[in-house]
C-alpha cells in the first residue's frame, strides 16, 4: 500500500521557518522524483519544488526561489522542504508527490502518488 505522510507544518511568524517531511512507504522511493505542490484557499494546487530521484537536480518555482530547498534521504524513504524567510503568500497546504518519469515536470496530473497534506500558515 503506498503511502506518503507529511509532516512539519504549522503556524509561525512572517520571516519564520518551517521543515516538512513526507515519509514514503509502499513503492520504490529512490526510483521516483519528488515534488510539493502547495493550494491555498480558493485556488488551484501550484509546484512549488521538485527533486530527482538521485538527488542531484532540484528545480523551483520563482516565488520560493532563494527561500525553499528541497533534499532527500533516499535511506530513510523521505523528502524534505526547508521554508526560510517565510511570507504571508505562502500560506498554504502543502502536499507531497511521487513522479515515476525521469522528465522533470511542474504539473500535477504528472505525479502517480500523493500525500494528505499538512497547513502551513504565516502570519504577518
Known amino acids: 500500500q503506498v503511502q506518503l505522510v507529511e509532516s512539519g507544518g504549522g503556524l509561525v511568524q512572517a520571516g519564520g521557518s518551517l521543515r516538512l517531511s513526507c515519509a514514503a512507504s509502499?513503492?520504490?522511493?529512490?526510483?521516483?522524483?519528488m515534488g510539493w505542490f502547495r493550494q491555498a484557499p480558493g485556488k488551484e494546487r501550484e509546484f512549488v519544488a521538485r527533486i530527482s530521484q538521485s538527488g542531484s537536480r532540484a528545480m523551483y518555482v520563482d516565488s520560493v526561489k532563494g527561500r525553499f530547498t528541497i533534499s532527500r534521504d533516499n535511506a530513510k524513504n523521505t523528502v524534505f522542504l526547508q521554508m526560510n524567510s517565510l511570507k504571508p503568500e505562502d500560506t498554504a497546504v502543502y502536499y507531497c508527490?511521487?513522479?515515476?518519469?525521469?522528465?522533470?515536470?511542474?504539473?500535477?496530473?504528472?505525479?502517480?502518488?500523493w500525500g494528505q497534506g499538512t497547513q502551513v500558515t504565516v502570519s504577518s
Open positions: 508527490a511521487a513522479d515515476y518519469s525521469a522528465v522533470s515536470t511542474t504539473d500535477s496530473y504528472d505525479y502517480d502518488y
Open positions: 509502499g513503492f520504490t522511493f529512490s526510483a521516483y522524483a
